[in-house]
Nanobody
Framework: QVQLVESGGGLVQAGGSLRLSCAAS????????RGWFRQAPGKEREFVAV???????YYADSVKGRFTISRDNAKNTVYLQMNSLKPEDTGVYYC????????????????WGQGTPVTVSS
């Protein structure tokens, strides 16, 4: 069975940085697009960033220039480096994976992690 496990969430002050990780097991993910979504309290889940099998990337406008997504295929792990964090970045961050490319931003893959909470204080 496929498992996605996020880690690295926590509490950080505005302007600080945090690095999230998502490790996959149970299946090969080398050719999959990998992405991050987040859900703030009382809001719908929204797209954050995606990276394709060829390492093309795409970001939501709200995080562009501050967040960086990367992947380590040997470890089946995707990362989200978050810099210059703002209180509006607060939410539960979910790892996602599936076939395709950057369209993962609008058509999420079938596999989700359990989520890791991120809280940015002002």
């Amino acid at each position: 069975q496929v498992q996605l496990v996020e880690s690295g969430g926590g509490l950080v002050q505005a302007g600080g940085s945090l690095r999230l990780s998502c490790a996959a097991s149970g299946r090969t993910f080398g050719s999959y697009a990998r992405g991050w979504f987040r859900q703030a309290p009382g809001k719908e889940r929204e797209f954050v960033a995606v990276i394709s099998w060829s390492d093309s990337t795409y970001y939501a406008d709200s995080v562009k220039g501050r967040f960086t997504i990367s992947r380590d295929n040997a470890k089946n792990t995707v990362y989200l480096q978050m810099n210059s964090l703002k209180p509006e970045d607060t939410g539960v961050y979910y790892c996602n994976a599936g076939p395709g490319a950057l369209n993962l931003s609008v058509r999420p893959g079938a596999y989700w992690g359990q989520g890791t909470p991120v809280t940015v204080s002002s």
